[in-house]
């Protein structure tokens, strides 16, 4: 009997699914991904030998986190997804949920099939990302299902208790990122990406991540205007419904006057090369991130980096020694930040090696694989 089932509720490929990429190849002899819905993640999960199953639940993806109250439908898909899949968990010895709605309906099979529950939480549970309800079901279900939370930063694990989780139950484990890709890459490779965009001879920033509101592109669009002659390259795409959002960002170059300047490069896979493509790497949220997955990244590929304050990325940016934090919404702080930053190349040189040396210390991929695989074998002794 394998030991592990992964649920999570979508394809799309976000940065939680990339962690659970790399959770489930490395437990592949050992587990099966379960997934609400087709995409490219369950094309990612085959290429890596993960055994994957698909059950369909329509109704579940119409709700979003800020309902304030779900639907009729979706409390009835949730209820028959959860009916659906007890087979597949009873075929297992652990739910391991890597997504909330993954957890709700993960939670409900393992209370019918009598399996325990492990809730991977990558999100921040505070009223900027959840309504109401959203939290309190998923504190509900904490309390009472899960046998243990696991938390992808101290923020949070905060977030969650200081709603009314027990907090014995909530572990913290940051996300691991493997360092190796990012030194594969040559100055060749380098310059035939800045070639691909037409970057030569500028200075370019990178803004890698989901096109959504609280990602704040715009917020960078916004920057760009106070730095002349700083190209902007926009790496991702929107992926829940955000596509009049990304639509905007397009206008905004446009009306902007920047529109020459701003690259979209849409989803990619080559994320490590266009990071070292480009001179700074700023992550521009306006509101808390749970963790901030791509300033790791820009750290690992040597890459000063310029981040938004607040939830986890205040765990990861030592301010002024591994990059520089600034005001989230602020476009004039992050202007002048960016404009610090192309003047002075020694400064770069510093928070980029120290950024290097404090990611491959403290967020290694393989420290979060042992500390998931101890998890489970510790529930599972329980």
Known sequence: MPKILFVDHTGAIGGAELVLLEMATACRDDCTVLLFDDGPFHDRLRERGVRVEIV?????HRTRREDRLPRIGSIYDALRL??????????HECVYAHSQKGFVVGALAGVLARRPVVWDLNDLMIPEHF????INIGVFLANHVARRVIANSKASAIALARHGAVAAKIHVLYNGIDDVPFD???????AAARHEFGLEGATVVGVFGRLAEWKGQHVALEALRLLPGVHLLIVGDALFGEDRYAASLREQARRSGVAG???????????????????????TSIAP????????EGMLARRPVIATRGGGVDEIVEPGETGILVTPGDAAELAEAIGGLAAGPDIR?????????????RFSQAAMLHGMRAHIDGVLAA
Do not use: T
């Open 289 to 296: 991130e749970p963790f901030g997955r791509v300033i790791v």
């Open 56 to 60: 369909p639940g329509q109704r579940l």
């Open 82 to 91: 959860a009916a659906r899949i007890v087979p597949i968990v009873r075929r």
């Open 261 to 283: 300047r701003v690259h979209f490069a849409g989803f990619r896979r080559d994320i490590p090369l266009l990071m070292r493509a480009v001179d700074i790497v700023a992550h």
């Open 349 to 361: 040189r510093r928070l980029a090696e120290a950024g290097r040396d404090a990611a491959v210390r």
């Open 131 to 134: 309504s109401a309800f959203n």
């Open 184 to 190: 594969l890459i040559g100055d060749v490779d380098i």
